[in-house]
T-cell receptor, first 114, second 114 residues
Framework: KNEVEQSPQNLTAQEGEFITINCSYS?????LHWLQQHPGGGIVSLFM???GKKKHGRLIATINIQEKHSSLHITASHPRDSAVYIC????????????????FGKGTKLSVKP | DGGITQSPKYLFRKEGQNVTLSCEQN?????MYWYRQDPGQGLRLIYY???????QKGDIAEGYSVSREKKESFPLTVTSAQKNPTAFYLC?????????????FGPGTRLTVT
């Protein structure tokens, strides 16, 4: 079973388009993370949020705790935004081997064409 | 510059050999983590450490071992007991342990065992 589901799995966009990546989770959480993985493999943390909305530059992350859903939006997309975007949620403390640590989605591969 | 280093970036080993992956951080973080990433799957937690001289098994600890003798260092040994060791390994750290803290990732080590 997948506690964290992302959609779509793959996304191709034209430069300038508005992009939305979705994350649904089934476990109760205190925090949700959005991460960006570059083609070389390195991962950068974009957002950590537990309610509402956060904005950084052209990136916006929202979360709806009641619906167990989060979205990552990219405005005015650019080819340099091409990467895998990963959603991760904080597991409950007595949740298998995760014990309060992060449970990761499989990622959404974004390709922005010029 | 503060950050996390992993070495080497690529590692090749013969089946039956133990291999140790290095992870060093100069962020003064208490918590450190090892993750494994396989194609088409989310990151999975191997081991984590809340503090020096303490570490806990994650979801997929079988066939792996770690040590935390210094705050800055958290090496991972992939033993010959690990059935499918070929994967991309990522080390991360955070100020405190758990998904309620932002995690900082190293560049990763791609291990190939033949």
């Amino acid at each position: 079973k997948n506690e964290v589901e992302q959609s779509p799995q793959n996304l191709t966009a034209q430069e300038g388009e508005f992009i939305t990546i979705n994350c649904s989770y089934s476990v109760g959480i205190s925090a949700l993370h959005w991460l960006q993985q570059h083609p070389g493999g390195g991962i950068v943390s974009l957002f950590m949020l537990s309610s509402g909305k956060k904005k950084h530059g052209r990136l916006i992350a929202t979360i709806n705790i009641q619906e167990k859903h989060s979205s990552l939006h990219i405005t005015a997309s650019h080819p340099r935004d091409s990467a895998v975007y990963i959603c991760a949620v904080q597991a409950p403390m007595n949740y298998g081997g995760s014990q309060g640590n992060l449970i990761f989605g499989k990622g959404t591969k974004l390709s922005v064409k010029p | 510059d503060g950050g996390i280093t992993q070495s080497p970036k690529y590692l090749f080993r013969k089946e039956g050999q133990n291999v140790t992956l290095s992870c060093e951080q100069n962020l003064n973080h208490d918590a450190m983590y090892w993750y494994r990433q396989d194609p088409g799957q989310g990151l999975r937690l191997i081991y984590y450490s809340q503090i020096v001289n303490d570490f806990q098994k994650g979801d997929i600890a079988e066939g792996y071992s770690v040590s935390r003798e210094k705050k800055e260092s958290f090496p991972l040994t992939v033993t010959s007991a690990q059935k499918n060791p070929t994967a991309f390994y990522l080390c991360a750290s955070s100020i405190g342990q758990g998904g309620g803290y932002e995690q900082y990732f190293g560049p990763g080590t791609r291990l190939t065992v033949t």
